[in-house]
């Protein structure tokens, strides 16, 4: 149908970040989570404003991507700065806006929490920008394997994951015919009161579950045809190769969180 | 195993869907060679996609037995029987697994345990084989019906299957994915070392087969060879089976006094007899 239709954010592409084995993606961005939160000077931030910046810039994916990813938390990341700046009252008085003070530690204070925010979304976007769903499943199967000593569903968990990105495209192909036949016998989605749109879209979901249900049998029958019985003695096409890559931008990483802990206060 | 034994054999197999329930099946026997092109047809609801279940062990039969390549179709045999037994159904869309064809054509060998390698090499020479190696990292929603269609019969020949059932698998299609589907079929035939069991209500896609069982009310009705069928039109039309154009011209030329010996299955067919007539009489 139409080819803007991509599931999630990812900007194909082969930079060293594509590259990269998903597993070690992940595992960087989880650490990344927690260091953002030992940085406590102007160097320390400094350290990982650079890592992001840099990692952003090899990935090749272009601004405008990673803006767009941007664009739902700018208000969170504003609203964080000010009101830093109204509670805040440490240090000088930098400047008065009516009868209001603003303290240099309030500024200090705003700005180094709405940059840990903004390091974090920066980061974890640029997984999902270089990152297909479906590699994301895998590193997560893989991941979750030890789970499975405690009978934790891992490759079933995944086999899920991959149907749903499979039939996500083909669903949202669904609503759009539905809604388009509904539509042309005059239902009205946009428009009108908001009990009425509800109604509205009632028959548009009553056809999509029915047909939902329906492709969840037959693909059961197709599958256990095709032979799956669960997960055991099962091989699989997609591998994850670990590579000299991931060892080198390991090594990278702990040089910048070595790099966090001396320069932090 | 002996080499005339047969590759499928119902025995007096038949099936209802609950104790309750009316026999979808009545006492079904008949067999299909190695290498044979078998084609069934029948009306709505006459039972032909139940056979299909039966064969590879979706379903069991309440009464008779049903053997596949010498194993008898229970329990403790379905996945070695599902080796043997391939099937491609009606809707393109909801067989098909993968999020890209590769993934989709690689799932059944997956899960028969193939290695990574042999995969590899397999995916190659099916997707050679159906046409589609331009296509392997595809989504399915960016494919036709009957591109879908040639993947999953692809899939199911990766784990190299003695017989693959097609159970209406161009229904959805249009005529000219139908035609594509067909093609490629018969080419494989022609080239591999598969059984074919096409289910249909188009006569117009039996015509290649070796022959055809057709099925009403849940008996097997006829069993014969598609041109001695196409000179029984009005028995069919009686069960319910639309006659091809051609089938129907055949006879209306023959009513006119026109000597046509050979039952026609196509327009060449019809051509010739009507163009080397003259030299007969
Ligand atoms: N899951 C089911 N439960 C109960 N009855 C069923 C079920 N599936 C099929 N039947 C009934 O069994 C009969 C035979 O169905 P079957 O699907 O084998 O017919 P068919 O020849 O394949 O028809 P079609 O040409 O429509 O595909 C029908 O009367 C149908 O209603
Ligand atoms: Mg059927």
Known sequence: ???????????????????????????????????????????????????????????????RFVLKGLTPVWFLIIFTFLLHVIITKEGDVVFEIFTFQVYSGGLIQGFAISMRFFLLILVTSLLTLTTTPIEITDAIESMLQPLKKVKFPVHELALMMSISLRFIPTLLQETDKISKAQASRGVDFRTGKLKDRIQAVVPLLVPLFVSAFKRAEELAMAMEARGYQGGEGRTKLR????????????????????????TRN | MSSNEKLVEFRNVS??????????????????????WVAIIGHNGSGKSTIAKLMNGLLFPQEGEIYVAGKKVQEDTIWDVRKDVGMVFQNPDNQFVGTTVQDDVAFGMENRGFPREEMLQRLDDVLHAVGMVDYRLTEPHRLSGGQKQRIAIASVLAVSPKVLILDEATAMLDP??????????????????????????????????DRVIVMNEGQVWDESHPRELFSKQ?????IGLDVPFI????????QTGIPITKEPLNHEELLEELWTLHSRT
């Open chain 2, 247 to 254: 089938a129907s011209l055949a006879k209306a030329l023959k």
């Open chain 1, 239 to 262: 591998e994850l190769k670990f590579t000299k890559l991931d060892v080198g931008i390991y090594i990278l990483f702990i040089f910048v969180i070595l790099g966090l802990f001396f």
């Open chain 2, 15 to 36: 099936f209802r869907y609950g104790a309750e329930q009316p026999w979808v099946l009545k006492n079904c026997s008949f067999e299909i060679d190695r290498e044979e």
């Open chain 2, 234 to 238: 009005d028995d069919l039309l009686a």
């Open chain 1, 1 to 63: 149908m139409n080819n803007a239709m991509v599931i999630g954010q990812y900007v194909p592409g082969n930079s060293v970040v594509h590259r990269l084995d998903p597993r070690t993606k992940i595992t960087i961005i989880f650490i990344f989570v927690f260091v953002v939160f030992l940085a406590n000077n102007v160097w320390s931030y400094t350290i990982l404003t650079v890592f992001a910046l840099l990692s952003m810039i090899t990935s090749r994916v272009p601004l």
């Open chain 2, 176 to 209: 000219r994915g139908r035609r594509d589907i067909m093609q490629t079929v018969a080419h494989l035939q022609a080239n591999k070392d598969v059984s074919l069991l096409t289910i249909t209500h188009d006569l117009q896609e039996i015509v290649q087969a």
